[in-house]
């Protein structure tokens, strides 16, 4: 721990300002250190009686980003992660009890236990801009607001608002927060300071749930509005996969009327949650996530204006979603109609995610249709997203490279053809990276970079970058036919469609695949996709898998029938979803036999991928599965579900499956390195 990591000054009024500051990192968390030296500072702040107290960050980048989470990976000891809690209960109820007003000033990121310190304050002011964001993201960790978090949100804001806020962990920002009466106040950052100091002027009593807001936690209300929030928790949240909500509607449910029994009982629940498999992988998962994040450098490339080729689904999602995260955009394609049609879709995306029209408005206006490409020459990133065909990608780069800048990046979006089919003609191939985008390209997190040999560091650096300038997560991969995400996909999904092919009902295929802790049904994400977009990819990767393509998945496309798409795929499509017919399930055995064959065929092409370097280790492949696919992240990855139930259990079940079912099956030469641990 590092002097600098906090620090206080008095000003001139006798309010003192306490900054937090952490020496060696862009971003604010909570370590045991670091709130015991905070403890320490509140007593000795308090012996100077200062007229209020006001706690800020010193980061450019936010507030408090909540708990030390790499600590948490290494809790097994429920007893001592209890009486750690308990510990910071008592910091925290030292902050509430201060003989004079506490004010938390908010900018950027405010979350977990850094939105709890903040409910410890009698005031919040935040920032009223969209970087700001507040909220309690722990469920995403297998557990819930732990450091006195339950208690003084439903105090400050009574069960039906409060509840919902940390079941879903999603985060608002400072007019949302305001709007709900998490913050007091949401205003522009040149009045924030004028505003805490303001707060602690007036010193009005602080803000509490009204009585109508409390009501639904009274008895004996209290245990029915329980019993109905789980009813439709359950529909959205497995509890075998994911208990921690549930865990917290619990909680609530038993000692809600009793403040001193809630606390008790947090820190009780979340010690025990805390050291359960699921939460484990769940923080595993999300330091992953981090280590993604970490291997761009944001700073070296900081690109202004992308131009993307292509306005069809995914070149027009492509060029929105840049324009969303506030670059300017240019979308060229011959087809107005295609144009047309992207903008209007993009419409949509800022209209659902900005909400504000002037926000609305700017994003559009930062978006041009340009059919004529009077955007390259301009263009620090030029994106080709055109259908899956070298020749024709190979003829539009000789159209694009004269225009391009010197220092532009040029990128393909493909999402299987190798990068040397397609930089052959380039007056300068080195240049050339992909940029794999997944579809929905607003909802999925990953984007692949592609690279191999030849490429420029300085390119594949910048394709980095550039990922995380859109709020993607950057995972370099090689240019192998497929890369990773589409490479582990496949198999999978023509396992299903074997399944299919022997009579097993769709809906039950889809129904084991949930059972697992997929997101969705590899039948519903095949026809999602489109059954020729998965049939072309199936084609070109074909050689790897030494599997034979499915006659239905064949037959489909043939008679026109696409997926979502054309309405009608191996479901019928009504309004966007898919009309599954009702069936008799099988028993759970028969289930956890379907989702075996089409996981273990998944993990197997994992453990070739891995052997073959197309990506650098296993936890990178893991981190690629999961946020490329949604692969249950409860269960850490493919290659750590298998680690889990043990490598040579995994591979004598894939000798069996090939007894049985044939050399789709064939264990990959990589199991052996792996269990070994050599993988």
Not at 590 to 607: C, G, Q, T
Request: aromatic share 6%; net charge negative.
């Amino acid at each position: 721990m590092n002097e600098h990591d906090l620090h206080w000054t008095l000003d001139d009024n006798g309010i003192a300002w306490l900054a937090f500051d952490r020496h060696d990192g862009d971003t604010n968390v909570l370590s045991e250190q670091v709130l015991e030296d905070f403890d320490a500072m509140l007593v000795e702040i308090a012996q100077g009686h200062p007229r209020g107290l006001v706690i800020h960050s010193a980061k450019p980048g936010g507030f408090i980003a909540g708990a030390d989470v790499t600590s948490f990976a290494q809790v097994d000891d429920p007893q001592a992660a209890e009486r750690f809690i308990l510990r910071v209960h008592e910091i925290f109820q030292r902050l509430e009890s201060m003989a004079f007003p506490t004010v938390a000033m908010i900018h950027g990121y405010c979350l977990g236990g850094g939105l709890e310190l903040a409910l410890a304050c009698d005031y919040r002011v935040a920032r009223d801009d969209p970087d700001t964001r507040i909220g309690f993201p722990e469920v995403r960790l297998g557990i819930f607001p732990g450091f006195g978090g339950t208690v003084r949100a439903l105090r400050a804001l009574g069960p039906l608002q409060a509840l919902p806020l940390m079941l879903a962990g999603r985060t608002l920002d400072g007019r949302r927060a305001r709007r709900l009466g998490l913050v007091d106040e949401a205003v522009p950052e040149r009045q924030l300071r004028n505003v805490a100091r303001l707060l602690i002027e007036q010193h009005r009593p602080p803000r509490r749930a009204s009585l109508a807001a409390r009501l639904p936690g009274l008895l004996p209300l209290r245990p029915a509005v329980a019993v109905f929030m789980a009813r439709q928790l359950r529909a959205r949240v497995n509890p075998a996969h994911y208990p921690a909500p549930f865990a917290l509607l619990d909680h609530w449910r038993r000692h809600g009327g009793n403040a001193h029994a809630l606390y008790d009982s947090e820190a009780r629940e979340v010690s025990r949650l805390i050291v359960s498999d699921t939460a484990q992988q769940l923080i595993r998962v999300f330091l992953l996530q981090e280590r993604l994040k970490s291997l761009a450098d944001k700073d070296a490339f900081a690109p202004r204006h992308v131009h993307v080729v292509g306005g069809g689904v995914m070149g027009g999602d492509i060029a929105a979603w840049c324009a969303l995260q506030g670059f300017t955009v240019t979308l060229q394609d011959r087809t107005p109609e295609l144009l047309g049609r992207a903008m209007g879709r993009a419409a949509q995306l800022f209209a659902k995610r900005l909400k504000d029209r002037y926000q609305v408005q700017a994003a559009l206006d930062r978006l041009t249709p340009d059919h004529r490409g009077l955007g390259v020459p301009r263009a620090d990133v030029v994106i080709e997203a055109i259908f899956e065909d070298a020749e024709a990608k190979r003829a539009l780069y000789a159209e694009l490279e004269p225009r391009l800048r010197e220092d532009a990046v040029l990128a393909t979006n493909t999402s299987s053809i190798p990068l040397d089919e397609l930089r052959q003609e380039l007056a300068r191939p080195e240049r050339l990276i992909g940029l794999h985008f997944f579809n929905p390209v607003a909802k999925m997190p990953l984007l692949e970079i592609v690279r191999d040999e030849h490429t420029d560091p300085g390119m594949l650096a910048r394709g980095l970058a550039f990922a995380r300038h859109i709020d993607k997560l950057p995972l370099p991969v090689s240019t192998t036919p497929g890369f990773l995400v589409n490479r582990v996909l496949m198999p999978y999904l023509l396992e299903a469609v074997h399944l299919l092919d022997e009579g097993v009902p769709a809906a039950a295929i889809d129904h084991a695949a949930l059972d697992f802790g997929m997101p969705m049904g590899p039948i519903e994400l095949a026809d999602t996709v489109g059954l020729d977009i998965c049939l072309s990819v199936a084609r070109q990767l074909a050689p790897l898998h030494d599997d034979p393509l499915p006659e239905q998945l064949q037959q489909q496309v043939e008679a026109g029938f696409l997926g979502k798409k054309s309405g009608r795929g191996f479901y019928r499509w009504q309004k966007g979803r898919p009309q599954k017919p009702r069936v008799t399930m099988p028993p759970k055995a028969r289930l956890e036999e379907l989702a075996e064959r089409m996981i273990l065929r998944l993990i197997n092409e994992s453990v070739a991928c891995l052997r073959e370097g197309v990506v650098e280790d296993a936890d990178l492949l893991d981190a690629g599965v999961i946020f490329g696919t949604g692969f249950a992240p409860f269960r850490g990855g493919p290659l750590q579900y298998a680690r889990q139930r043990g490598m040579e259990r995994c591979e004598k079940r894939l000798h069996e499956l090939e007894d049985h079912y044939g050399h789709q099956f064939h264990a990959d030469p990589g199991w052996h390195a792996l269990a070994t641990g050599h993988g």
